[in-house]
């Protein structure tokens, strides 16, 4: 069996439609989502190995990569789509809520990336991407704005220590709210995943902004 692909942040969206494009491909998929109905939502025809991990539990997120690769092996990709997605303003910040978005925005992907990334390292290949987003900072999604700066700067730390042993991270960036039917529709945007794990080494890409044109 060809190892898998994880989905971290799985539901209707992108990680369904990410799931899917995989899956086409023949890949083996697991999915992780915080609850069993963002799960039920993705209903792949093929089939799933599903878990349930709050991406800011880092032991429960741990687990259900190690169960993922007891099953698959060492994935051939790990897609990191968990965030949280919400309006605020400078005026509303409080520590609690920042400090919740940070832990799924972006520490969450930290703790993925070193759980699997080293495995990946060792065998010399491998994708490792995270949906960004906010390529403008903006005042009505502070939390947010902050979140996906920080996810592009991790991407690019990963790429330092992992990327010379073969190890492709890069990041999608949604530059708009995603819906079926329009130009952010969720089956456009996997395209990029698919493009940039299929990548020769040599054509890599770091960052991929979809800004709701064709892909």
Same mark, same amino acid.
């Given at each position: 069996?060809?190892?898998?692909?994880?989905?971290?942040?799985?539901? #209707? *969206?992108?990680?369904?439609?990410?799931?899917?494009?995989? !899956?086409?491909?023949?890949?083996?998929? /697991?999915?992780? !989502?915080?609850?069993?109905?963002?799960?039920?939502?993705?209903?792949? %025809?093929?089939?799933?190995?599903?878990?349930?991990?709050? /991406?800011?539990?880092?032991?429960?997120?741990?687990? !259900?990569?190690?169960?993922?690769?007891? @099953?698959?092996? &060492?994935?051939?990709?790990?897609?990191?789509?968990? !965030?949280?997605?919400?309006?605020?303003?400078?005026? @509303?910040?409080?520590?609690?809520?920042?400090?919740?978005?940070?832990?799924?925005?972006?520490? *969450?992907?930290?703790?993925?990336?070193?759980?699997?990334?080293?495995?990946?390292?060792?065998? +010399?290949?491998?994708?490792?991407?995270?949906? *960004?987003?906010?390529? &403008?900072? %903006?005042?009505?999604?502070?939390?947010?704005?902050?979140? %996906?700066? +920080?996810?592009?700067?991790?991407?690019?730390?990963?790429? =330092?220590?992992?990327?010379?042993? +073969?190890?492709?991270?890069?990041?999608?960036?949604?530059?708009?709210?995603?819906?079926?039917? &329009?130009?952010?529709? #969720?089956?456009?945007?996997?395209?990029?995943?698919?493009?940039?794990? &299929? =990548? #020769?080494?040599? @054509?890599?890409?770091? @960052?991929?902004?979809?800004? +709701?044109?064709?892909?």
């Amino acid at each position: 069996m060809m190892p898998g692909a994880v989905i971290i942040g799985a539901g #209707p *969206g992108i990680g369904r439609s990410v799931a899917r494009r995989f !899956a086409r491909e023949g890949m083996p998929i /697991a999915l992780v !989502a915080r609850t069993r109905e963002s799960l039920e939502a993705v209903r792949l %025809k093929e089939g799933a190995l599903t878990y349930t991990a709050d /991406a800011a539990d880092e032991t429960a997120l741990r687990a !259900a990569l190690d169960a993922a690769t007891a @099953e698959l092996g &060492t994935p051939d990709v790990v897609v990191y789509n968990a !965030a949280i997605v919400r309006a605020d303003t400078v005026a @509303e910040a409080t520590v609690r809520a920042h400090l919740d978005a940070w832990a799924v925005d972006v520490v *969450g992907a930290l703790i993925a990336a070193a759980h699997v990334g080293p495995a990946m390292a060792r065998r +010399g290949s491998g994708s490792f991407l995270v949906t *960004g987003g906010m390529p &403008t900072p %903006k005042a009505g999604y502070v939390s947010l704005s902050l979140g %996906k700066s +920080g996810v592009r700067t991790l991407v690019e730390l990963l790429d =330092q220590e992992y990327g010379p042993s +073969g190890v492709h991270v890069a990041s999608v960036t949604v530059d708009g709210p995603v819906a079926p039917g &329009t130009g952010f529709d #969720p089956d456009d945007i996997a395209e990029h995943y698919w493009r940039l794990h &299929t =990548q #020769p080494r040599g @054509e890599w890409e770091r @960052e991929v902004l979809h800004s +709701g044109l064709s892909v």
